[in-house]
């Protein structure tokens, strides 16, 4: 084999092993890891770049130390849980901050304390049939399993941030805008067993279960679990960074939509056993298990029956490097 065949050939096994490892529970991979340790891929490109001329066998070895090195170092270091200077000094500044918002304001703008708890929530309107929730922000973990008779209630807990909510209603549509603002006090290693909860941003939601909702999630690290078997959910977007998203859906309408987008995440969609449902992947190196699926051809699935079916769930699914899972309950 020649060369210049040998260190592309070595990433590729590398990242592969890495995924079936992490799949299979033979090791503890921690995202987080890629956003302290990503100048790890500068110094592997800095080293091929500088000896790309040369076939020497000492070169070589060079070369594949660096990479197995920095791939050690990203799988089994736990970096993301350290405290480093700049989050030390941002937090003293945060714990310095005044809090400017003005508890007389009128409109529909709610902003919370820096630290603390705050509950967010907006009355149920009778004609309301279709409401459109918008997320956005990481560095928080965000939960839905409950219902309400309101339309939205959130609440919430801040550690170094800071959330703000808008509504507005027009005619039978609701819109509704939850967001994440300012730097963030949370772990990038998303088990709950080594995790303060009292260090870290948190988000409780309950949805009303009579509208029909369009939900449109854009973040950055963070956990997210919805259960949603409760509710008539139009269509679902997923988009973030190195998160952890599960998502449970109930019966679909004539159509439910979900898209997700991620980089390097790990996402698993739960679906009912009977429920018709159409799979299209373009994953790159992601791993993907659907359970109970027929391949169709390239990156398509679909359960059996799925063509025949009234009601039907279609998953759209692309990514980088993630781990994707559809699963039948």
């Not at 949370?186 to 939900?215: G, M, R, Y």
């Not at 259960?227 to 952890?244: E, V």
């Amino acid at each position: 084999m020649k060369n210049d065949k040998i260190i592309p050939g070595l990433v590729l096994i590398l990242i592969g092993a890495v995924i079936l490892l992490h799949n299979y529970g033979v090791i503890p991979f921690h995202w987080g890891n890629l956003f302290y340790l990503w100048p790890i891929f500068i110094v592997v490109a800095g080293i091929n770049l500088i000896f790309a001329h040369n076939r020497s066998n000492s070169a070589t070895a060079l070369k594949i130390a660096v990479i197995v090195g920095g791939f050690c170092l990203i799988i089994f270091g736990n970096f993301d849980k350290k405290e480093h200077f700049w989050n030390k000094y941002n937090n003293n500044f945060n714990d310095n901050s005044d809090d400017d918002d003005n508890d007389d304001d009128n409109d529909s703008l709610s902003v919370t304390k820096v630290e603390g708890n705050s509950q967010f929530n907006t009355p149920f309107a009778a004609n309301t049939k279709v409401a459109r929730l918008s997320i956005s922000g990481g560095g928080t973990t965000y939960t839905l399993s409950d219902t309400t008779n309101q339309l939205f209630t959130a609440n919430t807990h801040e550690f170094k941030g800071k959330y703000e909510f808008t509504h507005n209603q027009k005619d039978s549509v609701a819109d509704l805008n939850f967001s994440m603002k300012g730097r963030h006090g949370i772990s990038f290693d998303f088990d709950d067993n080594d995790k303060d909860s009292s260090k870290s941003n948190s988000a409780v939601f309950k949805l009303n279960t009579a509208p029909e909702w369009d939900i449109n999630i854009k973040t950055g690290a963070t956990k997210l679990d919805f259960d949603l078997a409760k509710f008539k959910i139009r269509s679902l977007s997923l988009s973030g960074g190195a998160a952890d998203f599960d998502v449970k859906l109930g019966q679909p309408l004539a159509a439910t939509n979900v898209d997700v987008e991620t980089g390097m995440s790990a996402v698993t969609i739960r679906i009912p056993a009977n429920a018709a449902c159409h799979i299209k992947s373009s994953t790159g190196l992601s791993s993907t298990n659907f359970e109970g699926f027929v391949k169709q051809d390239d990156g398509t699935y679909e359960t059996a029956g799925f063509s025949s079916a009234k009601n039907k769930i279609y998953i759209k699914m692309s990514g980088g490097m993630a781990d994707f899972k559809v699963k039948r309950y």
